[in-house]
């Protein structure tokens, strides 16, 4: 399974910014799919997750600002990122939780930079 990343980039604080990340590869379902985040000195935090039936959650601090969606028949998760802030600045990971042979796996994507600064 490979997952692909993308959409990030520099933003000036209040701008807008949408990750997306694709899943390929041989997998029968995937379940969860989870926005994870790295700053720099900081360990990395969960950012929103996104459950097979649509379900969400979000960390404290991107509640109302952020929204994670998935397309199943795309095999891909967006974050649609709002009102950014100097703090969200970080490399964003995208995280699967795969159905195969009857286990469940998960997978990392590469890391998109995100840069909120001004």
């Known amino acids: 399974v490979q997952l692909q990343a993308s959409g990030g980039g520099l933003v000036q604080p209040g701008g807008s910014l949408r990750l997306s990340c694709a899943a390929s590869g041989s997998f029968h379902r995937i379940n969860a799919m989870i926005w994870y985040r790295q700053a720099p000195g900081k360990q990395r935090e969960l950012v929103a997750v996104?459950?097979?039936?649509?379900?969400?959650n979000y960390a404290d601090s991107v509640k109302g600002r952020f929204t994670i969606s998935r397309d199943n028949a795309k095999d891909t998760m967006y974050l649609q990122m709002n009102s950014l802030k100097p703090e969200d600045t970080a490399v964003y990971y995208c995280?699967?939780?795969?159905?195969?042979?009857?286990?469940?796996?998960?997978?990392w994507g590469q890391g998109t930079q995100v840069t909120v600064s001004s």
């Open positions: 995280n699967v939780r795969v159905a195969i042979d009857s286990r469940e796996y998960q997978y």
């Open positions: 996104i459950t097979s039936g649509g379900s969400a």
